[in-house]
């Protein structure tokens, strides 16, 4: 896969509180390291300007920025998990100036919307609180971040999402739906809004766009407007079209997405699929470098220039550093139990079964050996030795129940930022 030129800059802003602390109370190290990924800009400081950060929804995640390392994806990144989203802003932004113009008129909630979001969120607070994000519900606090999420007018998603809820509620702390699902009730109540601005349209939140039934809609802010975006309508992208994509889907349900620049065109587009981690795809570009399309992560062993671009999430040079634009690597192998790993010779890392145990107490010859990830309950150090993807360093210092999807999940739901 051709290497693209990573764009001229990046940045974050997160609304009065840094997504340390963000990722700290709900989320695994890898979540965290995520979150933290933002606030190391490629290229220097944050470059946003300070007075967005009143005007960002409440949700902050983020992906690696390595992904950022788009030819032409030079308008907003959004990154957007159920009722919430996150502007990151990259590139030479070129977004239409002066006040927003609600061409259908903005959305307002109608007073059966109002029903539905106090059902929701009644159920949503009870699991926030039974997950210690605080201790009484703030339903209000949760009626306010779906206002601006949004909502579908179809009363047959409506009714199947409060259903899965009062199900989910059942079981305990995992109470809340993951958000890779797309096809999800509950995803699709949020992702298919009924505002009335059309793709490519200003929206002051996806409340104001207009959605599509099997499409997700968000409204995605840019660099150069502290108040308003364009709305994006993205659909799920396959493998060998040679439909341009707009963004990717970690393998969590975090969607970077973006509007496209194109030479020669006035208007971006704002159009196009998203290509998800789970399907073993990502939005790259292939032998066209001015198009991106949806890839197949590349495979362990071949030629690459980023980490995100892999399967195995590692592409190295042969002295064992981060493979670039400028200095192609091998995506790391990955290797079954009993086998080496993280050596300074084969820098193997380990398949989806087993983690890394350190064999080694040289800091200057690391190396260890796969073992079988360790079931929730067991004493761990970090996340990659759960099968669940997350060890509780705070209280417990055991391997979690819950999914890193699970706990981002619950952070969209219960963070108030």
């Known amino acids: 896969m051709p290497a693209a030129q990573p764009p001229a800059n990046y940045g974050a802003t997160f609304h009065g509180r840094s997504i340390a602390q963000t990722g700290q109370k709900a989320a695994g190290q890898r979540t965290r390291r995520l979150l933290g990924q933002l606030l190391e800009c ?17 949700l902050r995640l983020a992906l690696e920025p390595t992904i950022l390392g788009a030819v032409g994806i030079s308008r907003v990144v959004v990154l957007i998990l159920a009722t919430t989203s996150v502007a990151i802003a990259c590139g030479s932004a070129s977004s239409p100036a002066g006040p927003l113009d609600c061409i259908g008129g903005c959305w307002t909630a109608t007073p059966a919307d109002e029903q539905f979001f106090t059902e929701m969120c009644t159920l949503t607070e009870a699991c926030c609180v039974a997950n210690a994000y605080r201790s ?16 579908s007018h179809d009363a047959k998603l409506r009714e199947a999402c409060l259903a899965e809820m009062k199900s989910l509620a059942a079981t305990g702390i995992n109470c809340v739906p993951e958000a890779w699902d797309l096809s999800d009730a509950c995803m699709r109540v949020t992702y298919e809004p009924s505002g009335p601005q059309a793709p490519g349209e200003q929206c002051e939140s996806s409340a ?12 995605g802010r840019v660099f150069a407007s502290p108040t308003f975006g364009l709305c994006l309508s993205l659909t799920r992208g396959v493998a060998g079209s040679n439909e341009r994509c707009l963004g990717t889907i970690t393998p969590e349900g975090l969607i970077l997405a973006a509007a496209k620049d194109v030479a020669g065109q006035d208007k971006p587009v704002t159009t196009g699929p998203v290509c998800e981690a789970r399907a073993g795809l990502v939005c790259a570009p292939g032998n066209d470098l001015a198009l991106w399309t949806c890839q197949p992560l590349t495979a362990d062993g071949a030629t690459c220039n980023y980490s995100t671009y892999c399967a195995s999430k590692q592409c190295l040079r042969s002295d064992g550093t981060e493979a670039n634009y400028d200095h192609a690597g091998t995506c790391t192998r990955r290797v079954a139990s009993g086998q080496v790993c993280g050596d300074n010779v084969t820098h193997a890392r380990c398949d989806a079964t087993n983690y890394c145990q350190d064999t080694s107490d040289d800091p200057f010859m ?32 055991a391997c979690s129940t819950q999914t890193e999807a699970k706990q ?7 963070a108030r930022l």
């Open 208 to 219: 104001d766009c207009q959605g599509t039934p099997g499409k997700v809609t968000i409204c």
């Open 408 to 414: 981002i999940a619950l952070l969209a739901y219960c």
């Open 366 to 397: 690391p190396g260890g050996v796969c073992v079988p990830k360790l079931a929730a309950g067991s004493a761990c150090r970090n996340d990659e030795m759960c099968v669940s993807g997350t060890c509780d360093l705070n209280t417990t210092k």
């Open 136 to 151: 009484t519900t703030d339903v209000e606090g949760c009626k306010k971040l779906f206002r601006r999420g949004g909502l």
């Open 42 to 58: 490629p290229d220097g400081p944050q470059r946003m300007p300070e007075n967005m950060a009143g005007n960002i929804p409440q």
